[in-house]
């Protein structure tokens, strides 16, 4: 969703159910709100796409794109991480699985 989309969003929910500011800043903290809710549910999405790129590769049993995949996921995540968009533990925890799908252990 773009950041016009947003706001159109915003001025097409009906204000007679919520609050609307009165206070110049807080009708733009609103909007920068949206638009900040957005971009981290563009990061997240995207993650989430590449997690199931990660799986489709691993089914598939293509090495190369397995590393390719993780690699891209990896970055994905670390830039979430760095913007906010992600907490750092989740961004390790997501890490760790990708590892865990990319890598499987061994049958003992």
């Known amino acids: ?10 001025a097409a929910v ?6 609307m500011a009165n206070i ?11 638009r900040e809710r957005i971009e981290n549910r563009q990061h ?12 489709s590769a691993v089914g598939d049993g293509d090495a190369e794109r397995v590393a390719s995949e ?4 990896i970055s994905k995540i670390d830039k979430a991480v760095k913007t906010g968009a992600l ?9 760790a699985r990708a590892a865990r ?8």
């Open 70 to 73: 993780h690699r891209a996921l």
């Open 87 to 95: 907490h750092r533990n989740t961004g390790a925890r997501k890490k």
């Open 44 to 55: 997240t999405s995207a993650i989430k796409t590449y997690f199931h790129r990660l799986e």
């Open 14 to 19: 009906p204000t007679a159910h919520l609050a």
């Open 24 to 34: 110049a800043s807080q009708k733009k903290r609103i909007l920068r709100s949206e």
């Open 1 to 10: 969703m773009t950041l016009n989309a947003a706001i159109v969003r915003l």
């Open 101 to 108: 799908v990319a890598n499987p252990p061994a049958d003992s």
